[in-house]
């Protein structure tokens, strides 16, 4: 049996995928085909109410009952399982475990390092395995590539069939299903037609690129080089106020050993005069204490002749060494000296002080970099992000988004969004999934009734009232809110009265480190329309709240 199904393959081989069958179903006619391949063709066709085989176009009334055909089944299976046991088992080298392999998508057990990934069966092989499926597919192209870890990126999310369209309208690849219902009306080609196109503007987006990669280099050069200066300046400058405040020091130091000694020296001679004189005064006091001794002794003898001769000599004045009146300044003091030491202090206080405020300003005048905000569009595109992507997990139910999840309108109905603890449940408001922390710039387009255009910390409460999760309403976020009739800014629920925006487009631009949020009209001219100066302390993520008919689109 597994011999025949071998040699009659292509029986097993569904008639609209082009693949081995998988859980097979034989219709009316007689035709098989898988039965995910059939439903899928039928319900393209539920409108007409008539139902044909793909093959022979025979119809039937009523759509018929689709049971698997286990017969067709079971060949399948032994087929697929004699080509794989057919093949030579991998050496043990191919078997993964390295974080940069792809393991084999097909083998059980220990995985086999794949080889290379099917792009039409979303599936990748070892070479065993590869061997298998290039002789399943034999005599059919699939498009099989170098191992790929990321072949979900190649399934449509919502069909879960293969990305083989490119939509020129709206700039993202889809599948066939979508091409017949978001899509219809809109410019489509194949995906490869579509990287033919875009293939045209690789070679000008490489040349901006590597023009821009040496203007960078120079500028990277360029700093390097100003901050050697700097540092080098620098380290002169420390050293030149190092040698001269010590010269500075060095001065001071000698006036007060001067002031020091002139007072010291003065003391001395003072001191020196004194002694002098006090030396002479206590030499006339004895000399007098004296006389007036031999007096009182002389005025108690009782010889005459004794008295009268000693009286003469006793009695003569005693000559004074010392002036006959010494003048005494009483109330001695250095004070004056100390005052005028203290008004030298305070002068030169304040003269340092002054010197200091000059010298702090010219420091701060030195900049490797002059800080500056862009001022024209295109400085602003510098910066400009194209990266941010609306995240369905906070997106209220009411929300729609859509164009690879870049656009996002609000609806009449809910939306069908699993629970989850980030959703946004009473404010009609989504967030974007990448956070802002250095300086970025974005635009969008809006339109309808009410829009608001907001940044917002991820902090932000998603289940409370309108003060606590409401954009604009708290100190976690800020918001333009545009109206057909009005324009304003909030935070922290205070608002600022702003002119009427007409311009359908709005550029955001946030340097993060520098605290700095600016909003921007898009038209002809680029119209400045608040601009707010503050401290993040959080990363900063784009979100959009809306009233009814309502919709914006990133850019």
């Not at 010590?246 to 003391?267: C, G």
């Not at 918001?479 to 009265?497: G, I, M, P, Q, V």
Request: with cysteine; aromatic share 8%.
């Amino acid at each position: 049996m597994a011999d025949t199904a071998q040699s009659n393959q292509d029986l097993f081989t569904c008639p609209i995928c082009l693949d081995l069958l998988k859980d097979p179903v034989t219709i009316l006619c007689g035709h098989t085909y898988c039965m995910g391949c059939i439903k899928d063709f039928w319900g393209q066709k539920d409108q007409k109410g008539v139902y044909s085989c793909p093959q022979c176009r025979q119809t039937f009334a009523a759509r018929p009952v689709l049971n698997k055909n286990n017969i067709i089944a079971e060949l399948v299976e032994q087929m697929r399982k004699t080509r794989i046991q057919s093949a030579a088992p991998a050496p043990a080298a191919y078997f993964s475990g390295l974080e940069d392999h792809v393991d084999c998508d097909v083998c059980t057990g220990r995985k086999l390092k794949a080889v290379k990934s099917c792009l039409d069966c979303l599936v990748s092989y070892c070479e065993t395995h590869l061997k298998a499926h290039n002789d399943v597919t034999l005599g059919r192209k699939h498009n099989v590539v170098d191992a790929t870890g990321k072949l979900q990126d190649r399934i449509c999310t919502q069909h879960e069939k293969p990305l083989e369209i490119f939509c020129r309208t709206d700039q993202s690849c889809v599948c066939f299903l979508c091409m017949v219902d978001e899509h219809k009306g809109h410019d489509t080609v194949s995906a490869s037609a579509g990287r033919k196109e875009k293939q045209a503007y690789l070679g000008e987006t490489q040349r901006g690129f590597h023009q821009r990669i040496q203007d960078r280099e120079k500028e990277l050069q360029d700093l390097k080089k100003a901050v050697e200066t700097l540092k080098s300046s620098a380290q002169t400058a420390v050293e030149d106020s190092e040698r001269i405040f010590s010269e500075m020091i060095h001065t001071i130091e000698k006036r007060r050993s001067e002031v020091k000694d002139l007072i010291r020296a003065q003391e001395k001679a003072e001191v020196s005069q004194v002694e002098g004189l006090v030396m002479q005064l206590e030499q006339e006091i004895a000399e007098l204490k004296n006389r007036d001794a031999e007096l009182e002794q002389l005025s108690h003898t009782e010889d005459h002749i004794h008295f009268l001769k000693t009286f003469q000599s006793v009695s003569d004045p005693l000559e004074s060494k010392v002036s006959s009146c010494v003048h005494v300044k009483q109330n001695l003091s250095f004070e004056a000296v100390k005052k005028t030491v203290f008004a030298l202090q305070r002068q030169m206080e304040t003269l340092c002080q002054e010197e200091f405020m000059k010298m702090s300003a010219a420091v701060t005048e030195i900049h490797v970099v002059l800080p500056s905000d862009p001022t024209t569009r295109e400085e602003f595109l510098q910066y400009a992000c194209c990266y941010f992507t609306l995240d369905p997990d906070t997106a209220h139910r009411k929300l729609h988004l859509s164009e690879g999840n870049r656009r996002v309108e609000r609806r009449v109905d809910d939306q069908s969004y699993r629970d989850h603890p980030d959703r946004f449940e009473k404010i009609v408001q989504v967030l974007c999934r990448e956070g802002v922390s250095g300086r970025v710039y974005w635009e969008v387009d809006w339109s309808g009734r009410v829009v608001f255009i907001a940044v917002s910390y991820k902090s932000i409460i998603r289940k409370g009232e309108r003060n606590d999760c409401g954009f604009g309403c708290n100190a976690q976020s800020w918001r333009l809110e545009l109206t057909s009739s009005s324009s304003s800014f909030w935070h922290d629920n205070k608002e600022t009265k702003l002119p009427l925006v007409t311009s359908s487009r709005i550029g955001v631009y946030v340097d993060h480190r520098a605290g700095i949020l600016a909003l921007y009209s898009i038209s002809d001219t680029m119209t400045l329309l608040h601009r707010v100066q503050t401290t993040f302390n959080q990363k900063l993520y784009p979100g959009f709240a809306f009233g009814s008919e309502s919709s914006v689109k990133l850019l």
